[in-house]
Structure formats: structure tokens, C-alpha cells
């Protein structure tokens, strides 16, 4: 079999559930993000699903369904090929969650407390950053012509985007 024909189904299924997507959500940006999460060339799932287990998403459903397979053991072991490629946690759970959902869709059962306990994600470190010290926004001040300096003031007094000043 072809790889095109190979995935031919699962396309149509996976282009069903992206149309579902987008009709909760209108955004063309989630849509992306699904198809990157799970038809990404170097680390969707299904390109970790054929390296891993040399099987598309419909075939894992068929596995998971006939209990041959631990579809928390494949999560888990989704999200360490991931971190291995050095995705950002942050993707890494936006990535999880769209694969879950398309797992969900096409008649995957995955309990979300089974999932916590079985699938570990990685933890996403906050930056703390800090203030403007009064120093820095009177250098600021000192060097930026006078309309510059009113748009600032403005800026740091309201807590409004240069977008919202510019209206």
C-alpha cells in the first residue's frame, strides 16, 4: 500500500474533526495547531505512531478497543518523544490536549483522571519579569521627543498597548 493510501482514511477522519474545530472555535490558528499536534512532518503523533508502533491513528483505535494496547502508555510515551525532540512544554501540552481530543473523536475513551495519574507532562517554568525601575522609565523620558514622551506616560500610566493608544 501507498503512504498516500496508506493515511487516506485517517486524512478524511482527522479533516472531519478539524472542521469540528473550527466550528467551536472559528479560529484558523487552533486549526493549525491540531494539524501541527498531529500530522506534524518531524513530531505529530501520527509520524511518532509510525516510528514507535508502525501504525496510523485508526489502527491504534482498533488495537485500543480490542485491549492490546494501553492508549495511556501510547500518551505517555507521546509526550516523552516530544520532550526528547526538545518541543517547549508549553507545545507540548497544547499538543497533547489536540491529540487527545482527536483521540476522543475518533472513539478513543480516555478518562481525564486516569490520564493524570498515567500520563506525566512536563512543567512549565514561569519567568517572573520585572517592573520598569524609576531610573530606566526617566532614561527612557530623557531621550524620546515630546510627543513620544506624552504616548509613554500614557502607556505606563494606564497599563494600555501602543494598539489601544493608537485608536
Known amino acids: ?19 469540528a474545530v473550527f466550528s467551536t472555535s472559528h479560529s484558523h490558528a487552533s486549526v493549525r495547531s491540531y494539524h501541527s ?12 505512531l509510525d516510528e514507535k508502533y508502525n501504525m496510523d491513528e485508526l489502527q491504534l483505535q482498533e488495537e485500543v478497543n480490542n485491549n492490546r494496547i494501553d492508549i495511556y502508555k501510547v500518551l505517555s510515551d ?12 508549553r507545545t507540548v501540552k497544547q499538543w497533547f ?16 483522571e486516569k490520564c493524570k ?7 512549565i517554568h514561569k519567568i517572573r519579569e520585572e517592573p520598569l525601575t524609576r531610573e530606566l522609565i526617566i532614561r527612557v523620558l530623557n531621550v524620546l521627543p515630546f510627543k513620544l514622551r506624552v504616548v509613554f506616560y500614557v502607556a505606563i500610566a494606564s497599563g494600555m498597548r501602543i494598539g489601544e493608544i493608537a485608536e
Do not use: C, W
Open 97 to 112: 490536549s489536540g491529540v487527545k481530543g482527536y483521540l476522543t473523536h475518533i472513539g478513543i475513551e480516555i478518562y481525564n
Open 37 to 48: 499536534a498531529i500530522r506534524g512532518r518531524k513530531n505529530g503523533f501520527r509520524k511518532f
Open 1 to 19: 500500500m501507498t503512504e498516500n493510501g496508506r493515511y487516506e482514511e485517517a486524512d478524511k477522519t482527522l479533516d472531519n474533526f478539524l472542521d
Open 78 to 89: 507521546y509526550v516523552i518523544f516530544l520532550s526528547k525532540n526538545e518541543i517547549y512544554p
Open 117 to 123: 495519574q498515567r500520563v506525566r507532562l512536563p512543567k
